[in-house]
């Protein structure tokens, strides 16, 4: 089983260039999320689409977009990638009743530069 | 609104010793409660959750936590450390407003435990 699959797992930018983060996963989630996760701060929640067709901000939604395509997959998008978006980006998905756990791919490492 | 707070960014112990890891949660609604470790190199995984019933909850690998309301705390606990719990540990907080519609996980900032021989 693949679970949750993200893609690039390395990406180098420089400042200003935009760039999709993909993500899929194959246990038919209602929920998926993007997470942050920088030293000192643990992981801070971007986006989250609690169902398909639904997207809502999290903790620190600025600068980035969110696409729910389908049930499958949920991206992140950086129009305008700046210097502090470097960083370990999570994609996550549950069931979404709120008591599950959650299921993480296993990260993406985007430098910014 | 839901906020975690873990105090201690970094504790160490030694082999054998007493893990205890705090954690302290702020919500408007009883919440969801969840202890999620992560080894180096990997993404995290699931060690407990509180969700309704028994207040204190055992875990993979020795772990237990116990959700205190009045407290507003859950705190995570291991009797004897071993040097395979090394890793960085994350308290979350899910504040299901509204029953069955998922909602939002939220982290603390982790507690990175170090076990000395």
């Known amino acids: 089983n693949a679970g949750v699959t993200q893609t690039p797992k390395f990406q180098v930018l420089k400042t200003g260039q935009s760039m999709t983060l993909q993500c899929a996963q194959d246990m038919n989630h209602n929920s998926m999320y993007w997470y942050r996760q920088d030293p000192g701060m643990g992981l801070r929640l971007i986006y989250y689409?609690?169902?398909?067709?639904?997207?809502d901000k999290g903790e620190v939604p600025n600068g980035y977009n969110v696409s729910r395509l389908n049930k499958r997959e949920f991206s992140l998008r950086l129009e305008s990638a700046a210097p502090s978006q470097t960083s370990v980006y999570f994609c996550?998905?549950?069931?979404?009743?709120?008591?599950?756990?959650?299921?993480f791919g296993s990260g993406t490492q985007l430098s910014v530069l | 609104a839901q906020s975690v707070t873990q105090l201690g960014s970094h504790v160490s112990v030694s082999e054998g010793a007493l893990v205890l890891l705090r954690c302290n949660y702020s919500s408007s609604v009883p919440p969801y409660l969840f202890w999620y470790v992560q080894y180096p190199n990997q993404g995290l995984q699931l060690l407990l959750k509180y969700t309704t019933g028994a207040t204190l909850v055992k875990g993979i690998n020795g772990f237990e936590a116990e959700f205190k309301k009045s407290e507003t705390s859950f705190h995570l606990t291991k009797p004897s450390a071993h040097m395979s719990d090394a890793a960085e540990y994350f308290c979350a907080v899910n504040s299901n407003l509204v029953y069955n519609q998922g909602g939002k996980l939220i982290f603390g900032q982790g507690t990175e435990l170090s076990v000395k021989p």
């Open positions: 689409s609690a169902s398909e067709g639904t997207t």
């Open positions: 996550a998905s549950s069931q979404g009743t709120g008591r599950e756990k959650l299921f």
